[in-house]
């Protein structure tokens, strides 16, 4: 692969990944192994506060490599499939606020890596959809996993079993995205909003986020006792000390935060 197919550069303390493979930025195996190296990477670059995934040209990603796909049998698809998934899972498991500025066709593989970011903002021209029902398959990067935890099992089961496509606005009215922009705002409106993050209490952030997705996946007794660690163990950080401190001599939303 040509590492240049997906990049990362940076703004201020924001990582913008961009996919770069014209016209459609199909997400070749290579390609999913590079975003999984970097989403760990990131995770662990504490001069990261927060993350944007978008796609370079007209498009997010109309899905992974179907060429490529099409050469696989099932033994090489048992091995291969764990793989997508658990890169992609890393991008979902960034300890970091993600933000998917999704532009154009946002299909099959490239949903399902937009459904990995905590939030998701639409350019108005943006087609969102899991097609893999018309090729006789069925989502396999998390797509029957993520997309009903988000939209509930209804709607999901109508975009999946159908293969239709959704626009901007249908995707804001089923919680697919979170906001709309137009086109030409996208990627700025999206690194504003992770900028917010920029001098955030960042061990405190990353707790919240695995304290929310861990315990959508357990009950509730289970869930509080994720919170109660987490919530815990900020006392033990720098944060912690300056945020009290500062709110108790100068009042809320002043502290300087330091990430430790």
């Not at 290579?30 to 190296?37: N, Y």
């Not at 504490?46 to 370079?56: E, I, K, S, Y």
């Not at 998390?142 to 606005?169: E, M």
């Amino acid at each position: 692969m040509n590492r240049a197919d997906v990049v990362v550069e940076r703004v201020g303390r924001v990582a913008v990944i961009r996919l770069d493979r014209p016209p459609v930025n199909a997400l070749s195996m290579a390609m999913q192994d590079r975003l999984g190296e970097i989403a760990h990477d990131l995770s662990a670059d504490a001069g990261v506060r927060a993350v944007v995934v978008t796609g370079n040209g007209k498009n997010f990603a109309a899905g992974v490599d179907i060429k490529e796909m099409s050469q696989l049998g099932v033994t090489q698809m048992s091995s291969r499939v764990k793989v997508m998934q658990e890169c992609f899972t890393a991008v979902a498991k960034i300890g970091k606020p993600v933000v998917a500025a999704v532009n154009g066709y946002v299909l099959g593989g490239g949903c399902e890596l937009a459904l990995c970011a905590d939030r998701r903002i639409a350019g108005e021209s943006t087609t969102l959809g899991q097609p893999e029902i018309l090729l006789g398959i069925m989502p396999g990067a998390g797509g029957t996993q993520r997309l009903p935890r988000l939209i509930g099992s209804s709607a999901a089961k109508d975009l999946i079993f159908t293969g239709r496509r959704v626009h901007a606005q249908e995707a804001l009215a089923l919680g697919l995205v979170d906001e709309v922009v137009p086109d030409a705002e996208l990627v700025d409106r999206a690194v504003a909003w992770a900028a917010q993050f920029e001098n955030s209490p960042s061990w405190a952030i990353s707790w919240a986020k695995e304290s929310i997705d861990t315990g959508l996946e357990t009950d509730l007794d289970n869930g509080l006792t994720i919170e109660a660690t987490g919530f815990a163990s900020l006392f033990g950080t720098e944060d912690r000390r300056i945020g009290m401190k500062s709110f108790l001599e100068s009042g809320p939303g002043k502290a300087v935060f330091r990430g430790r």
